[in-house]
Structure formats: C-alpha cells, structure tokens
C-alpha cells in the first residue's frame, strides 16, 4: 500500500515568509533518495537550491516553476513506500489494543489511496541538523548560523524504498478528472496554464513529448517561431530580464511579474526614502596618491593573491572615519523610539546584479587589516556576481558604500539601506586639470557622495564623516596616523 509523504518549503534562512519556484531537478516518476539537490527556488535575497527530507518515488510536483509558495506549503509529494513494504493498518478490532499501545495509525486519503501515518513516521518527520550532503558544495556550515532552519535530514530513512525508473506517465497527460474529449491535445496541467497564460491554441503547437505530448519547450519554441519577426531588436535570448516574463500575442511588449529580490529592493527602497530624512553631502577629492598606493600594492608580494583596487582604499577609509565617528554607526528604532549605536561594523558593498540590487557585508569588518579586508571584499563580489550570495550575508548590515564608478558614474544621491544611517558613494576616478601645489596638473580626481538619516545624522557629522574618508583618498599615509 502506498504511503505519501509531502515535503513542505521550509525557511532558507532569516525568517523569509517565501520564496519562487525557479527549477525543478525532478519530475513525477522519478526516483529519489535523502540529501539529493530536488529544486532550486529564489528568496527575496538569494538562490537556494533544497535537498530532499525522503526516499521513495516522486508522486506529484504541487508547486510548479514560477510559483509562489509560503513557508510551511507543500511543494512535492512522494510515495515513500512504493513496494508496498510497509505494515498494513491495523484491523478495527485491534484499534483499541493499538491506542493503549501509544501506535495507533493516523489515515488520510490521498489520490484516493488510504495513506498511513503512524506516529513513528511522524517522529522521523521532526527536523535533525544536517550534516553530508548540503545544498551547495561550497557553502558553509557557519553560514547558516542563528537561521533556525533545517532543510535536510526531517524525512524516512535513507533505503527505506529501492529506486525505480521515471515513470513518463505518472501525471495524466489529459490533466485530471476531466474527461479527455475535453482536450484534443495532450500536455500536462502546468503546460496548459502557460498556454493559457499567453493566449496560445494548443493544437497549433508541433509535440514532441512521448505519446505526442506537448511539453513546455514545445511551447516555448513555437511561441519563438511565430514571434520572431516582431522580437528580432529585442532577443529574449540575450536579455535574461525577457526571458522571465510573458510575450503578448503582438509580440510589443513583454510583462515581467516582480518578484523575490527586485520585489523586496523596491519595497526596501520606498520605506527608505519615505521613511528615513535623506540627506546628501559632496566632496571632489585628488586621489593620485591612492592610485599610487594601488599600483605599488599590486606589485606587493603579499598582495599577489587579492586583486586590488580603489575600492579596497575607499573601503578601509570609511572604516577609519566611522572609528573616528562611531556615532554614524547606529540605527533609529522606530518601535521603541530609540537610537541603537552599534560597537561593530558590518560593512556593505551594494552589487547589481541580473535578478536586482543585493547589498551583502563584510561581517566585523572594522577588525580586518587591508589584505584581510581585500580578501572579503573579493569573495563577495564573487558571490554576488554568481547569484550565490547567502540571506545571512545581507542581514545586520551598519553601513555602505555604492560603487557607481564602475560604471563610468560620476556621483549620485544613493538611498539608504533599510535600519542604516549613511551610504557612501564612490563616484569614477578620472584625469583632469587640477592645482597641485600652486600649479595645474593632470591628477586622478573622484567625487563621493554621502547620505545620511538627517534623524540620527546632523550635517556637521555627516561632513566631517565625508572629509575624513576624502583625506584619507588624498593622502592614504594619512591612514597610519588614525590606525
């Protein structure tokens, strides 16, 4: 007799409420075991990709790609018994001798199927902390730190059903209880809400699926065809910011729903600005002896093994003036109406990145020595860049900086990071004519920007915050004097 388990999306971490289905690694009919990576879904701060809690065959896929499900929703079902090996129910006449034996089976009905559920089951269902197997190779254990969440090892044991093979169809190709003269055509319920979804007629779709099932590239490629005219100045293919969205019949325009990342940075961002003062302050700074010093630390033996650029010298000069000015540090807590000045410094570096602005931090950076810090710095840009950025990672941030040079950007007026004070942006070093020593030169020269929560900054700290990190840029010795 079968015996369904259902795998509810657990919490990847600092308390999101949910996340997008982005692919599933499985399909009904396959057969699964513990730990295997099943399905990648996007949070609102990063990809994770979750293991399976169960062993057993894949019964059915309730959530599918590009929706979004709550914690604590079901999102797959499998047989965890599909040999049948597990002890039948107890007959009604041993009920009671069951019940005073603390086993008595709970059932439910599932596809019609009585499923069983004994408290023993339900006691392997409790979460354990996971150990081999993790979702992704690289990551670590610390990295999931004070989340709460388990994602692995809740389930049956690992060997309690043998594999099977894929089952091409395990999911009623005509889509449920209807009948199947009610469709012509044979695709599967997710296929059918795609087609539906961009007002296309299944029986113009060429299938390629066994048994002439129309699968969801079918669609995908047809849709491609009879569009192709009309996108060819705007190829999804090479704009990935397309390709998640739906092309309308005329092939004009394309919607994109707003969700995880970009959905919580807008959110973010309106709280923010409407929330919080800002305040913007400039400074035009020479940074010929920072451009210097990078030059020479490039060529540094012990800097062979970090890449080094401005960025790592703006990067150490905010921390020296927030050292110098540890009352930017704080935050303004709405609830209790109080000012909450921080004794750390988790310094943010805002990255943009295909699926929106992510701003991860360098946990306690104020302790790192350069090379320590150029070493953070790195990996995080690689993170970010990879879209592996973990949500610990964007929690707890104190302070930012924003580095609008790498795009060729002169300044800008940034907008805090939700529960900071201050952002620094970092505006693109040029040469220009500038009077050095009585007499004009061609120097490197940069703009920053600061803003700042007018509620917990005053424009006096806010400029002396901002002539500090510029006179570190103008003469990085000057860095040694307040270390």
Not at 228 to 254: F, H, K
Not at 310 to 323: N, S, Y
């Amino acid at each position: 007799m079968p015996t369904y388990e259902q795998f509810n999306l657990p919490d990847a971490g600092e308390g999101l409420t949910e996340a997008d289905i982005v692919n599933w690694h499985i399909a009904e009919g396959d057969a699964i075991e513990v730990n295997q990576a099943i399905v990648e879904i996007e949070t609102a701060k990063s990809l994770v990709e979750l293991p399976s809690p169960f062993t057993g065959v894949v019964t059915r896929l309730i959530a599918q790609v590009g929706d979004t499900v709550e914690v604590g929703a079901p999102i797959l079902e499998v047989d965890v018994d599909p040999d049948g090996e597990a002890p039948a129910a107890p007959a009604p006449e041993d009920a009671t001798q069951s019940a005073d034996a603390s086993t008595t089976d709970a059932t439910s009905t599932t596809h019609g199927e009585t499923v069983q559920v004994s408290d023993n089951a339900q006691a392997a269902a409790d979460p354990v902390p996971a150990t081999a197997g993790s979702s992704r190779s690289d990551q670590s254990n610390d990295d999931d730190e004070g989340s709460g969440a388990v994602l692995v090892g809740y389930g049956v044991k690992a060997g309690s059903a043998k594999r099977r093979p894929r089952r091409a169809d395990a999911l009623d190709p005509i889509g449920g209880e209807q009948d199947a003269s009610d469709y012509p055509v044979l695709a599967k319920p997710p296929v059918r809400k795609l087609a539906k979804e961009l007002g296309l007629d299944l029986t113009t779709v060429t299938p390629s699926g066994p048994g002439g099932l129309v699968t969801r590239e079918d669609v995908e490629l047809h849709l491609k065809a009879t569009s192709a005219q009309t996108l060819s100045t705007y190829p999804s293919d090479d704009q990935p910011w397309l390709a998640q969205g739906t092309t309308m019949n005329d092939g004009r325009t394309t919607r994109v729903p707003v969700k995880s990342v970009r959905k919580r940075t807008a959110e973010a961002m309106v709280h923010s600005a409407f929330t919080a003062p800002h305040v913007t302050e400039f400074l035009t700074v020479d940074v010929t002896e920072t451009m210097n010093l990078v030059k020479r630390l490039k060529e540094d033996r012990d800097f062979k093994d970090v890449r080094v650029t401005p960025l790592l010298l703006v990067a150490k000069a905010l921390l020296l003036a927030v050292r110098r000015h540890p009352e930017v540090n704080a935050s303004w807590d709405e609830e209790t109406q109080e000012i909450v000045f921080k004794h750390y410094v988790n310094l943010g570096i805002a990255a943009s990145t295909p699926r929106g602005l992510v701003v991860p931090n360098i946990k306690d950076a104020h302790r790192l020595p350069l090379h320590a810090l150029a070493i953070e710095l790195q990996h995080l840009t690689a993170e970010a860049r990879s879209g592996s950025t973990k949500p610990s990672a964007m929690s707890d941030g104190t302070i930012t900086i924003t580095n609008v040079g790498a795009l060729g950007i002169d300044t800008g007026t940034p907008i805090l990071n939700p529960g900071e004070a201050a952002i620094l942006a970092f505006g693109s070093i040029r040469q220009q004519p500038w009077v050095h020593e009585g007499e004009i030169q061609i120097r490197w020269v940069t703009q920053l920007a600061l803003s700042f929560d007018h509620r917990l900054v005053d424009g006096e700290l806010g400029a002396r915050v901002l002539a500090d990190v510029g006179r570190v840029m103008n003469d990085p010795s000057q860095g040694l004097v307040w270390a």
